[in-house]
């Protein structure tokens, strides 16, 4: 029954009273009953309070909730560039040109701590925050990770709101998403985030890469609630109001949201936080073993190829536990290992310190070992000598076309060492396309990289089959 029926209903049901049966004795002048329409008010104020009481949904307690600690993140970066076109075609001198950028992030600490994008910040020379009254602060980078694309700034301020931080292992595919963040900056004319929601597609999503950037992106959580540019680095809230991820991508043909985007765990995003904070680096979790990478280019082969330990560092962490070449991972904690990008998800959330269950099938039988998760720059990493362990080439059209890379620039691993393929995984065929935050544009950026980050941990990105891998290495000369 519409509200309309229901108020014609009432007024009807009043007048049969009043028209049906023995007449009623009118009393006097002074004596009358107040009149019908005070029932009818009272009717519209009880329907009202209903429907007000209505629009405050889950999402709109969780909005309330977490928005006043979403900050909009603004950046500035100083490039040098030709004064003019006449000096550039002439080769004349250059000048410095001012490219700004914005994002989203949310406060973490009540003394002013962000948890951002690290493509967000990344080369900024000036950045500032604002909250949502508008309230401008000027910020400074305290740390950022490129492997995982987070990063964490500070402002001078005390007393500020603060997100609530949830969990993103309890996930439930389908529960309410709420992205929340700042999209197109401020062209939409304030400083108050926009709020777009939806459900949790999926978890545990393994990404092959992000435009304008490679690597291996897996343990995603999918949603099709709306981000959009100016969204990264916002969070993604559940019903309750907690952030249960960082956003940080999404797929899309045209650049605009078509429903699949992807955030970072925010266990994820709160270890590396912490390590920022408390250690001012990333400690980069290492149990000492290479995975077997599959020979296929089929997706479908891919997916459910299992993960198999193919060689394991004497001495390592994972050497201790007992993992052997051979083993087969089925599980980590409760989690199923159907692929290779599960396990690397799965690494990512490893946590120095802390020891990890594994089960493994060994010759038919299942296994139940515990590692112990080390610091990859404490302990007897894999150490290579480039020039006499590998031989590289420098990417070319032809060699692309002929091999069906992806990667548009890179190092192409022509030979490799025994070692190498055992201890590190790159073997022939291989492309190297990134150390730490250096693009590999050919193969004397991989000489210059491994000088520059010579004795510490480093990350080397390589595309294989049109997929991407990842390792934490250390270099010696």
């Known amino acids: 029954m519409s509200f309309r029926e229901f108020i014609t209903t009432a007024t009807f049901a009043l007048g049969a009273c009043e028209a049906g049966g023995t007449p009623l004795q009118q009393p006097p002048a002074t004596e009358r009953i107040s009149p019908p329409a005070t029932a009818a008010r009272d009717t519209l ?13 889950a999402i709109t307690e969780a909005v ?23 000096e550039q075609f002439f080769g004349g001198r250059s000048g410095q040109q001012t490219q700004s950028g914005i994002g989203s992030g949310f406060i973490m600490r009540q003394d002013g701590v962000i948890v951002t994008n690290e493509h967000v910040v990344n080369g900024a020379t000036r950045i500032s925050v604002m909250l949502r009254d508008g309230t401008t602060y000027p910020a400074r980078l305290i740390g950022a990770d490129d492997a995982n694309d987070l990063a964490v700034i500070k402002v001078e301020a005390t007393g500020l709101p603060v997100a609530s931080l949830g969990n993103s292992e309890d996930l439930v595919i389908g529960e309410w998403a709420i992205a929340i963040g700042n999209p197109f900056g401020f062209v939409l004319g304030n400083s108050e985030p926009s709020v777009t929601a939806g459900v949790i597609s999926a978890t545990g999503r393994n990404l ?23 969204n990264s680095g916002g969070p993604l809230v559940n019903g309750n109001g907690d952030v249960i991820g960082v956003n940080s991508s999404i797929y899309s043909p045209s650049g605009g949201s078509i429903g699949l985007g992807f955030a970072i765990p925010i266990n994820r995003a709160r270890r590396i936080a912490m390590d920022l904070l408390e250690h001012g680096k ?6 000492g073993e290479t995975i077997e990478s599959p020979s296929t280019g089929n997706p479908r082969d891919l997916i459910t190829a299992g993960v198999v330990v193919r060689s394991v560092v004497p001495g390592s962490p994972a050497a201790k536990a007992g993992l052997q070449p051979g083993d087969r991972i089925l599980r980590v904690r409760s989690k199923v290992m159907r692929n290779v990008f599960d396990w690397e998800a799965e690494r990512l959330d490893m946590q120095v310190g802390a020891t990890l269950p594994i089960t493994v099938q060994r010759s038919g039988r299942e296994l139940s070992l515990n590692v112990t998760i080390a610091d990859l720059p404490e302990v007897s990493a894999p150490r290579i000598t480039v020039l006499r362990e590998i031989d590289l080439v ?19 691993v022509v ?11 790159l073997q022939e065929g291989d492309l190297i396309i990134r150390i730490n935050r250096t693009n590999i544009t050919n193969a004397q950026d991989v000489t210059r990289a491994f000088d520059t980050y010579a004795g510490s941990g480093m990350r080397v990105v390589w595309e294989r089959n049109g997929y991407y891998f990842q390792q934490d290495i250390v270099v010696s000369r």
Request: net charge positive.
């Open 415 to 425: 030979k490799s060492s025994d070692r190498i393929r055992d201890e590190i995984g």
């Open 208 to 230: 092959l890469g992000r435009s304008g950037s490679a690597g291996a992106f897996v343990g995603m959580i999918q949603t099709d609630a709306s981000i959009n540019p100016g």
């Open 64 to 86: 309330n909730r977490v928005s006043p600690a979403v900050v909009t993140v603004q950046t500035e970066k100083v490039e040098r560039a030709p004064v003019d076109m006449f």
């Open 45 to 57: 104020d009880f329907a009202s309070e209903q429907i007000s009481a209505s629009r405050r949904t």
């Open 394 to 412: 420098t990417l070319t059209p032809a060699i692309r076309a002929d091999r069906s890379i992806r990667s548009p620039a890179g190092a192409l």
């Open 282 to 287: 990333v400690r980069r979790p290492w149990i």
